[in-house]
C-alpha cells in the first residue's frame, strides 16, 4: 500500500492523517534549527512586527504550474483531518493530544495550500503550504511540533486496523530566510516502504513548507522562497 504524498506531507496534519485514512503510503517533516537574534534598529529598540498577509494573499503567493514548468500538474486538496487517528511509541508526540493527530495544533488562520503531481517518477507527489503570522508564534507553533517529532526514530500512527510506522531522520536545511528546518521520514505499511522530505523555511513573518518526493523538494524550494518573499 501506499498513501499520497501530498496529503500526508502537510504539516498542518503532521504527515499522519492521510497515511492511517488511505490505501497507500508517504510524509515527511522537519527538525528546528537555532533562531537568529531579532533586528534592531541604530538605537537599540527591536525592529516592529510586519503585518500578517491574509489567506488570499497568501494563495496568490504559491506556487503553480507555470512556476514549476512541464511535467506538473495541480491535484485537489484531500480531507485534513481524521477522529480516530492515534500516535504509539512517542511520548513526546502522545503528549501533544489528538490535536495534533487530527491536525488542529498548527490552525493558524492565515494559510494557503496547494498540491501537484509530477509525471517524471513514481515517488512524484509535491506539495505547498504557507502560513502568516508574527515570527514568534509561526517559531513556536512549528517549533513545538517538530521537536516532538524528531524525538523518536521510530513511531507509530495507528487508525482502526491501519498501523504506520514512521522513521525520522533530521536532514541539513538550506541556509536560506530566518530559521530552516528540514527532515526525512520514512513510512512503512503494507510491506512498502516511502520517503519524502520537507523543509521548512520562516522568511520573516511567513513560513513556507515544501514536501515530496526528495528530489522534487530540492528542486523547488528556492522557486517557492523567491515568490514568497516578493511579497516582503
Avoid at 503510503?25 to 500578517?52: F, I, K, N, T
Avoid at 500516535?87 to 489528538?98: F, H
Wanted: aromatic fraction near 4%; glycine fraction near 8%; proline fraction near 6%.
Amino acid at each position: 500500500m501506499r498513501l499520497h504524498a501530498t496529503t500526508v506531507l502537510s504539516l498542518s496534519a503532521l504527515a499522519i492523517l492521510a497515511l492511517a485514512g488511505c490505501s497507500n503510503g508517504s510524509a515527511a517533516a522537519s527538525g528546528p534549527m537555532s533562531s537568529p537574534p531579532v533586528p534592531v534598529h541604530p538605537d537599540g529598540e527591536s525592529a516592529p512586527a510586519l503585518a500578517s498577509l491574509s489567506s488570499t494573499a497568501l494563495a496568490k503567493l504559491l506556487l503553480d504550474e507555470s512556476d514549476l514548468g512541464w511535467g506538473y500538474t495541480r491535484t485537489p486538496q484531500r480531507p485534513a483531518a481524521l477522529d480516530d487517528v492515534a500516535v504509539v511509541g512517542c511520548p513526546a508526540m502522545e503528549k501533544l493530544g489528538d490535536d495534533t493527530a487530527t491536525g488542529t495544533s498548527l490552525a493558524f488562520p492565515r494559510k494557503a495550500k496547494a498540491s501537484f503531481a509530477y509525471a517524471g517518477g513514481s515517488n512524484s507527489e509535491l506539495a505547498e503550504e504557507l502560513y502568516s503570522d508574527t515570527a514568534a508564534k509561526l517559531s513556536k507553533g512549528i517549533g513545538e511540533i517538530f521537536d516532538a517529532m524528531v524525538s523518536c526514530p521510530t513511531y507509530q500512527v495507528v487508525s482502526v486496523n491501519t498501523v504506520v510506522t514512521v522513521g525520522t531522520q533530521v536532514t541539513p536545511a538550506p541556509d536560506l530566510g530566518n530559521e530552516q528546518w528540514s527532515q526525512l521520514l520514512t513510512y512503512s505499511i503494507g510491506g512498502q516502504r516511502s520517503v519524502v522530505k520537507q523543509t521548512a523555511i520562516r522568511i520573516g513573518n511567513v513560513l513556507v513548507l515544501v514536501s515530496g518526493a526528495p528530489g522534487l523538494v530540492d528542486a523547488n524550494l528556492e522557486k517557492a522562497l523567491d515568490k514568497a518573499q516578493a511579497a516582503l
